[in-house]
Antibody, heavy 119, light 107 residues
Framework: EVQLVQSGAEVKKPGESLKISCKGS????????IGWVRQMPGKGLEWMGI????????RYSPSFQGQVTISADKSISTAYLQWSSLKASDTAMYYC????????????WGQGTLVTVSS | DIQMTQSPSTLSASVGDRVTITCRAR??????LAWYQQKPGKAPKVLIY???SLESGVPSRFSGSGSGTEFNLTISSLQPDDFATYYC?????????FGGGTKVEIK
């Protein structure tokens, strides 16, 4: 059974750093792109970027390029999303999701990680 | 970026109704479009890909149509479990983009 299990909710202050995780299981982690999607409170879905854990090839949305870093550790089947300096506007639910092979849509999703940034 | 526009943003309907949601792309995306359903507090779930292909396990009352710049998601007979928010997503070119969502509410 394919599963993506994300790390737990985080409460941080502006300016702090953060790295959240997404662990894949039930499939060959290195053979599928994994992406991150932001959902701000009460708002829609925003595609942030994707990574291919096999070779760490990464694509970012211009809206998020330079604001976050997407990475993966294939030895532990885990993808990451990190911030070096959080802002209040980063408060959102963040989902990781697997890209269906040969396409670019998401077929399996993690449960989401709620990030709250508040002073 | 390819902008995706959904209409309506909110739709009120009754159980048993036939419901259609529209998604328009600013430029042609061929058939590279997916539809997702999201319920409150849950992750999205894919319903349709390549504009009209039904994802495995999705009820046949859901169907997709269209190509180029205009697409539809139709629910043939709305069920209580279908009250949710629906999003389209283009995957023709990076950055991939979602529509703004359509909330289907109980009338």
């Amino acid at each position: 059974e394919v599963q993506l299990v994300q790390s737990g909710a985080e409460v941080k202050k502006p300016g702090e750093s953060l790295k959240i995780s997404c662990k894949g299981s039930g499939y060959r982690f290195t053979s599928y792109w994994i992406g991150w999607v932001r959902q701000m409170p009460g708002k829609g879905l925003e595609w942030m970027g994707i990574i291919y854990p096999g070779d760490s090839d990464t694509r970012y949305s211009p809206s998020f390029q330079g604001q976050v870093t997407i990475s993966a550790d294939k030895s532990i089947s885990t993808a990451y999303l990190q911030w070096s300096s959080l802002k209040a506007s980063d408060t959102a639910m963040y989902y990781c999701a697997r890209v269906k092979t040969g396409t670019n849509f998401f077929d399996y999703w993690g449960q989401g990680t709620l990030v709250t940034v508040s002073s | 970026d390819i902008q995706m526009t959904q209409s309506p943003s909110t739709l009120s309907a009754s159980v048993g109704d036939r419901v259609t949601i529209t998604c328009r792309a600013r430029q042609s995306i061929s058939s590279w479009l997916a539809w997702y359903q999201q319920k409150p507090g849950k992750a999205p779930k894919v319903l349709i890909y390549k504009a009209s292909s039904l994802e495995s396990g999705v009820p046949s009352r859901f169907s997709g149509s269209g190509s180029g710049t205009e697409f539809n998601l139709t629910i043939s007979s709305l069920q209580p479990d279908d009250f949710a928010t629906y999003y389209c997503q283009q995957y023709n070119s990076y950055p991939l983009t979602f529509g703004g969502g359509t909330k289907v509410e109980i009338k």
